[in-house]
Each structure stands twice: as structure tokens, then as C-alpha cells.
């Protein structure tokens, strides 16, 4: 994916330490992000973040209260919607109830001053329908579409004026699950196709890593961390991103020793652990080691944590084991199946050793 | 209870009342119509066209009636839907809820005493009173059309306000934010969203208006001074005081048929205007 999108290609719109407060509710704050041209960048985090209102306002339907919001380069914090080149996909897709399918999807040609003769309105429009696989829909009342037709029919109408940004606010939240899926895909295909820039706004973790090139992950209107899903999954910056992409487990404990590459660290067992120190960390000390279950392995002997198998779940390609350590608690370890084929399989109540390369523990901030 | 019995009790209270309070009169005075005048008042049977053949003797209280109506209607509409669109679109809820309590104040005194208040303010010591002192002399107000009408639009303001307010505030914001997302200046937004939308707001409070100025009669009599006045007027007159029951149904049988062609035409207008957008159309 990064392919379609090289590092270093330019920045189309930016964020400046942008901050939008409505009355004493702080929606967003100190937001600073580039948004490069031609990429699929996500907003993702739970709700009430801050995710829609930053959307917002880089459509124009809101100003920031502090800060600047950049496209292509010009600062236009007041330059009003309808003046920006940029089209929104809305949460309930707002389709005008009184026009057709094709008088919807031509709603932003019609707008253009001097005006677009209406063959080639017309013709726009057939071919964006068929974009969106919705040829011979011209003549359809809105009422007339299901739900995911009324959300191609928001798609075309928003793509059709080749807008230098694409903002999705959750264009998929009210599909169901097997449709959601097939809509994933198609859009991403689409933004290839189009090679417009995404700026979409889910709460789904899973749809932003399997859709974006870049994540920006938002907690309490604040940037936690951007970045590739790999690096977010990799390289978690806190507990919160760790938390929040995939699945991870986690034990709290204080620093003990930061002198070398490697961090020490002293958990509630009183169980020393080295591991990789990401981001900052809080000067008291106060830090979680993160290691994500497929990076564990499960042994009859060595050295490790010696834990009990508590649950055992067989995926196929992997198998889940929940595990319980006296003192850590329970947590997870995932075993590829062929490691399960030469040590063979534990059973629930067998007796295991855990261990873990000191690279797979991630050293984070506790919050 | 079969769903059969059922619908015909849910119906028959208003049944009676329809049928008791209007197809009974109705079916009187249309038989009145043809009847002749009593010497004493009343009406003696008859079959005759003399009373129709007599309506050009009140053609003044129609053709004010036929103008007045119209002219009160669309300028409540001029006057209510910027009204109606500040409160629902623009307002903050907080001071929605004053306003709209504010739009119903009038409706708590009766009709009667608050054109007693216009008669006072467009009477000579009124608002020509002040015109006089910035040198503006012998304005005349009452007992003019222009004070009629200023009595039914002040009258009937709220009439038209309200359904405006409901399909204004019922309208989803979020199209006007859609509009203007895809290049629609402010004033594109309003021809092109804003005010296709509102039209079933439109047509019933036009509708309402216009019917209920058909038959009024309390406002011209009061702000009209007799000198302008409507057929309801007429029906007053030839009814309570000559008494001329005959004369007075071919009267009112003339402007229930006015009434029922225009507002037919009208419906057929407006459905035509929402064929193309079901949502919008009102029957
Ligand atoms: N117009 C508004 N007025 C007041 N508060 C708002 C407004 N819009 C958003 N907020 C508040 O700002 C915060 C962020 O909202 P939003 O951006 O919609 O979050 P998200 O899209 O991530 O769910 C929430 O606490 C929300 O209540
Ligand atoms: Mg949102």
C-alpha cells in the first residue's frame, strides 16, 4: 500500500495547532497533522474524541478556535464550505430527499459558475454511477435505494467534483457487517482508481487497519500517535494506542534501570523484565510492559514465567491460550500451529513456562 | 369487536359532527337559495333563480373578498417564513421556546379586543397622529382596505407561522451542510434545499389562511368601518338585519362554490408542483 503513496509526496491540507473549543466542551487540541496527497489517512478513536469535529473543520463547517488549518498551503480557517475543494461523505449520508438519484449525484457540477452544459452533467453522472456500480440508477428516488446504495449514491456524489480531499465520517457505521466488508474494499479500490486523497473517521479499529496507508489515532481531542498500521502495531507509543490497535497484554511495574539500550523493569511481582523503551516515558516511572500475544511462546521447560493454562481455543492457524501467572494475572498467548505440531498442544490445567525476545516487550507509558 | 366496527366507532363521533354541523345547514341554505323572501323576514319555498340573478347587487363584498384574501395570504407567507426560518434555523433553543411562546401571545386575548387596539393605533389619533408630527399630514388609515388588511395579517400571522416552523424545523441540517459542501452558495442553498423542502409547510398554511379569510367578517367590520367589507359581512347583513334568508343562502352558497373552485385549483397546483417529489406533495 505505501507504494501508491511515497513518503515523501506533498502535503495537501495540515493541521497547526488547531484547537476548537465549543463553549467550555475543548472538541480538539493542539492538533498538528499533515495530510499528504493522494494517501488514506484514518481518524481513529472511540467516540466523542474529537474525530468528527476534525473533520469539520477541514471541510469548513467549523473555524478552529486557536491554530490554522492549511490546504494546499493556504491558511483558510474562514473560508466557507462551499468554497473549499473538498467534498464530505456524511454519517447519514444527508442525500437530498426531493432530487433523484442523478440530480443528487449532480448537485456539485450544477453549482459551477459559468455553468456546465447539461449533456455533460448528465454524461458525469452516468459515468460516476457506474463508478460506484449503480449504472441505470439515474431516474431513482432516494427513498427507492437501500442503505448501501444510498451510500454510493453519497460516494458518487462527493467524488464526482475530483475534490482535493475526501472526508468519510463514518461511512460505514450503519451497514451491516457483510456489506461493510465488500464497501471496505470497493473504497479502497476507488481511492487508487481516483488517486483523490481519504480522509476518513471511523471508531473501528479493524477498518482503520486494514484501509488506511497512515492511522492518527485521537484520545479526548488530542493526537496520541500517526502513523503506518504496522508502526502503530509495532511500535505503539502508550498503552492507550497498544490497547486500542490489536491486542495486547500488559503489566504494570517502575523503571529500575534506563542506563542501557535496553530498560529494566521492576513489576508488582517484583519480577525484573528488560524490554524496548517507546516514546516518552513519565518521569516517575510508572510504565507498563506491552507484549502482544503472538510474540509469546509457550514451553514445558526453561526459563519464563511459569503459568497455568486456564482456556484454550483452537483458531486454526493459531491457537489461544488464557493463561494465569500468581502473581501477573491472566493474559494471552497465542501459538502458530506448527509450533503446537513439534511441542505439541497444552492442555487447560497442564503447567507452562512463557517467554518473550526482550524486542517484543515494549516499555510504555501506563496511560 | 370486529376491525370493521371498530373503524366505524373511531370515525362516527366526527361523522355526526360533520354530518349535524355542515351537510345539514348546508343542504338548508342551498334549498334556501331558491326560495323567496317573506314579508315578515325568513323565506317562503319556491324554485326560483331570482336570488342568483340578484348577486350582482353585492359584487363589491366578493370582488373585496376576492382580492383581500389573496393579498392577506401571500403577505402573512412574506412576512411568516423569514419568521419561521429565524426561529428554526437560526435561533438558539433557548430563545426558540421564548419566541415561539411570544408568535402564540396574541392567540390569549380574543380577536375582538386586539383589533380594538388597531382600530386605536390606525385611527386618527394613532399612528397618523405621529405621522404629523415628522410633517406627513392627512394620512388617512382606517376604515381603508390597507387597514384591513394589516387586521388579517396581524390576525392570521401565526396561522401561516406555524406550519412553516414545523417543516423548517423538521428539515435535517445536516442537507443545508451537504448543499453548501458541494459549492452551494447560502442563497443556492435556500432556492435549492431550504425552500423546496418547506413547501408542504407552505401549502397548508396558505391553505389555512386563505380558507378562514374567505368567511371573515370581524375584521372588516371593525377596521373596515362598512366601508370595506367582505361577503362574510354581507351574510351578516342579509341574514340578522333585513333578513332576507333567500337572498342571504344564494349568497353563501356562491361563496362556498368560489371557495371550493379556487381551493381545487390550488391543490391540483401544488400536487402538480410535488409530482416529481412525492415527499413534498401535501394530498
Ligand atoms: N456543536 C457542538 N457543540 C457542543 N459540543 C460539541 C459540538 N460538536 C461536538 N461537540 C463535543 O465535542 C466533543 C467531540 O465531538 P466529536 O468531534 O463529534 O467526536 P467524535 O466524532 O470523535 O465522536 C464531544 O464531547 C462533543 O460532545
Ligand atoms: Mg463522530
Redesign the interface.
Known sequence: MGACTPADSKTIAELRGVTKRFGDVLAASDLNLSIREGEFLSFLGPSGCGKTTALRMLAGFEAPTEGDVLLDGDVVNDLEAHHRPVNMVFQQYALFPHMTVAQNIGYGLRQRRPRLPKEQIADKVSKTLEVVQLGGFEDRKIWEMSGGQQQRVALARAIINEPKLLLLDEPMAALDRKLRKEMQIELQDLQRQLGITFVLVTHDQEEALSMSDRICIMRDGRIVQVGSPQELYDRPNSRYVADFVGTSNFFDGKVADQSGELTTVCLNNGLHVRGTPVGELISSGEVTISVRPEQMTLHRQGDGLAVEVRNRIFLGEHTEYLVNHEALGDFLVLSPRQSELTEGAFGVGDKAIVSWEDSAALVLDRN | MTRRTRNWLLLAPAGTWFLVMLIIPLTVVFIFSFGERAPAGGVVPAFTFEQYANLPARWAAFKNTMTLAPIGTLSALLIAYPLAYYLAVKSSPKWKTILLVLVIVPFWTSILIRSYAWIFLLGGRGIPALLELVGIEGVRLINTPFAVLVGIIYGYLPLMVFPIYVSLDKL?K??L??????????W?TFL??TL??SIPGIATGCMLVFILLMGEYLIPALLGGGKVFFVGNALVDLFLQSRNWAYGSAVAVTLVVVMLITVTVYMRLINRLGAS????SIM
Do not use: F, W, Y
Not at chain 2, 451542510?177 to 447560502?186: I, N, Q, R, V, Y
Not at chain 2, 417529489?277 to 413534498?280: A, C, M
Open positions: 435535517d445536516r442537507l451542510e451537504a448543499s453548501s459542501d458541494l459549492g452551494a452558495k447560502p443556492r435549492q434545499i423546496p423542502l417529489r412525492e415527499d413534498v
